[in-house]
């Protein structure tokens, strides 16, 4: 190149025919070429290459300066900026290109933005898929398309420090970047985890620091309108994968007894307080909280978390038992939970009783938990139940198991979880959400159709009514509301459908009401009779069963054997029925009884005979006293003592057993209910129940 440069200036410079005889010396044949090109293409030659030539220089005059500038500016980076990278998938890596979006990049205004709608997999681009599109619900599956900004390295002036941002492209279009010299911006879409590099104009990383700071507090601010909802979704992944942003629920919208919301605020208040923390640590108590939310389908359980974590700053984490693989997964994912997080999840009744059994199978554990963490309801895979409920109780306080968090577990059946899971330590408080009572629907009606919490009436009301008629009407409506009988969630979807009307939804409240209650009391009555028509079909089929093994006896055993047989069945019914205890009080009575004749011939012996026959009347009519009170099995008081505690209109309740008390050889389950309503039973915590003591409030 730097000989045909020569040859070139030499052609500029001095006459044509002497340039040509020196190209035609050093290269053979350059004559003949130009000949060639003049006649039939009518260039000439030793212009074309001059021209070249010239270019040439000119490029590689531009590369050596460009080489040298990019020299330069690496000195520059080198030694005098200091720098801090932040890698593809850490959180401060959205918070810095989140505050550059809002500060720099749309207020700079930009030519080069990124498009963004969806992510689909690959097959998404067939043509196949794309024909069967249905044009009718073609605009409502399609996504929005969102612009955003988009560079490679971009630079801004904050607090009076100069920066650079460079985003490093990682992905394949970095090769066409480099080989072509592609600017960042135009070397394709970022994928959204390209590491960062920070710099700032200086030797210290200070400036940087603070700036991260700053981002990071813009974050913070935009996301105090949301909380964050992280679910694993993927169970073979030991990976939160997946984040929601769900707006803020304000605690004032779930609707339960007062005096057991505030509570309940004040209790993990005081547990999110760092001296509580250092109080744990200094006793080596646990540092962890549990709560269980139990009751009817529909009562605020999902919702009461969601503006609990909103309430302290919390993020939530939901796992998703059924798809997680096993133990170890369960280990990995809870640990990853920050502390103070929420790990929220929900227990099923059907998982319950069948990790129980499991539990009871087990030989290396002493009881099984009965949880199934999720929000969904599936069946879990019966040879996993055991491994998840062990794995569970682990993770929840076992030796690896984190401090600090606060888990939340949500229940339909809390009375049937196994004692294990719901134990002090694992859950200290649990919650009752029951159905909804007036004054909770006057207030539920205040929320639907007041003002927003801004201040703003709602645009597409018809009327805004005063707040006195409103509260008129609030009241109105929550008379209407029978007290315990409908759940929130039913009362707002009544209401959901006057959302334009006030006046319509308390005048028609009335009307609803009856329909609704005539609805459940046929359900009722459908389920009645349903629990019906299977007992007489179990009596019938014990009866056969009965009547087919008495006709195999017969045929196979002797008289004898078959009265023999007869007497033990007869035995052995008597003792379930009239319980251990007590057949041996017959049997020492009976004892007494044969002395007592005994002596019946002498007079005296007579009048002891009498005696002692009085006493066993007595005896006899008051153990038929028992056992018609103790033909309410335990289960049934059970069930009874419950629904005491379910009473309680929205009201925090707790519902505990006591150990088993011993009275007069006779055995009883008594339970302990908590209502911190005010109108139900006597308060009770954990503790107090399991002390027999319920006088704590
Ligand atoms: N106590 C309440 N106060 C206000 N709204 C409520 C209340 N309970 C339920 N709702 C409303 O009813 C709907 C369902 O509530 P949510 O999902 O919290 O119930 P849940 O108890 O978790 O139900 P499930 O047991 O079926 O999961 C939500 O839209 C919520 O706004």
Not at 243 to 266: C, G, M, N, Q, W
Not at 443 to 448: N, T, W
């Amino acid at each position: 190149m730097n000989s045909l440069l020569a040859l070139a200036g030499t052609s500029l410079l001095n006459d044509k025919g002497s340039s040509i005889q020196d190209l035609e010396q050093r290269i053979p044949g350059f004559s003949v070429l130009q000949d060639f090109f003049k006649k039939w293409l009518r260039l000439d030659l030793t212009t074309l290459l001059t021209a070249a030539a010239l270019m040439g220089a000119a490029s590689s005059g531009a590369q050596s300066i460009q080489e040298t500038g990019s020299k330069v500016y690496w000195w520059i980076v080198r030694f005098l900026t200091a720098s801090i990278s932040i890698a593809g998938n850490d959180r401060l890596n959205r918070e810095v290109l989140n505050w550059l979006g809002a500060h720099v990049l749309l207020k700079k205004g930009t030519r080069i933005l990124t498009a963004n709608s969806e992510t689909i997999r690959n097959d998404a681009w067939s043509y196949r898929r794309v024909s069967q599109e249905r044009n009718d619900y073609h605009h409502e599956k399609r996504m929005p398309v969102q612009y955003l900004p988009t560079f490679g390295t971009t630079w801004f002036i904050h607090k009076r420090n100069i920066f650079m941002v460079r985003r490093i492209l990682t992905s394949s279009s970095h090769y066409h970047s480099s080989w072509t010299r592609t600017p960042d911006e135009y070397a394709g879409a970022p994928e959204g985890d390209e590491p960062l590099v920070v710099m700032c104009l200086g030797r210290s990383v200070e400036p940087i620091k603070r700036f991260l700071g700053t981002c990071r507090e813009f974050a913070d601010k935009q996301r105090e309108a949301y909380i964050t909802v992280r679910i694993s979704k993927r169970g073979y992944d030991e990976t939160w994968d997946t984040t929601i942003l769900r707006p803020l629920r304000p605690l004032e919208t779930v609707h339960f007894d007062e005096k057991t919301k505030d509570a309940l605020v004040a209790d993990i208040s005081n547990y999110l307080d760092v001296n509580t923390r250092k109080f744990y640590n200094r006793r080596g108590i646990p540092y962890r909280r549990g709560f269980l939310l139990y009751g009817p389908p529909g009562t605020g359980k999902t919702s009461l978390s969601l503006a609990l974590a909103g309430r302290f700053g919390l993020e939530l984490y939901l796992l998703h038992m059924p798809s997680v693989r096993d133990d170890s997964v369960l280990e990995k994912l809870l640990p990853r939970c920050p502390r103070a997080a929420w790990c929220s999840s929900r227990t099923s009744t059907r998982w319950a009783s069948s990790a129980a059994r499991a539990g009871q199978t087990a030989t290396t554990a002493k009881t099984a938990t009965t949880t199934r963490t999720s929000l969904t309801r599936t069946t879990t895979r019966p040879g996993a139940v055991q491994l998840h409920a062990l794995g569970l109780l682990n993770v929840l306080d076992g030796v690896a198991s984190q401090e600090g968090r606060i888990v939340l577990m949500t229940s339909n059946f809390a009375e049937k979880l196994d004692k294990a899971l719901v134990r002090p330590g694992r859950v200290d408080k649990m919650l009752y959400l029951g159905h909804i009572s007036p004054r909770s629907s006057e207030l539920m009606f205040l929320r639907m159709y007041g003002p927003d919490a801004d201040g703003a009436a709602p645009a597409d009301r018809e009327v805004q009514l005063p707040r006195e008629e409103l509260e008129r009407l609030a009241l109105e409506f929550g008379n209407k509301i029978p007290n315990e009988v409908f759940t929130p969630a039913q009362v707002q979807g009544y209401l959901l459908n006057y959302r334009n009307s006030p006046l319509d939804a308390a005048g028609n409240a009335g009307h609803w009401v009856q329909e609704e209650v005539a609805a459940i009391e046929a359900a009722k009555e459908k389920a009645r009779k349903a629990a019906e028509a299977k007992k007489k079909k179990r009596k019938e089929r014990k009866l056969r069963r009965a009547a087919k093994m008495a006709e195999a006896m017969r045929n196979y055993a002797s008289d004898d054997e078959l009265e023999e047989l007869r007497q033990k069945v007869e035995e052995k019914k008597k003792r379930k029925k009239n319980g251990q205890n007590e057949g041996e009080e017959k049997e020492k009575a009976e004892e007494e009884n044969t002395e007592k004749k005994e002596t019946k011939n002498t007079e005296e012996g007579k009048k002891e005979g009498e005696k002692a026959e009085r006493e066993q009347s007595d005896d006899k009519k008051r153990s038929n006293d028992e056992k018609t009170a103790e033909e309410v099995t335990p289960s049934e008081q059970r069930d009874e003592d419950c629904s005491t505690t379910h009473d309680a209109p929205n009201g925090v309740s707790h519902g505990t057993e006591s150990p088993k008390i011993k009275e007069e050889g006779s055995t009883a389950e008594v339970k302990t209910g908590l209502n911190v309503n005010g109108n139900g039973p006597v308060a009770a915590t954990h503790t107090a129940a399991i002390n027999g003591d319920s006088d704590e409030h």
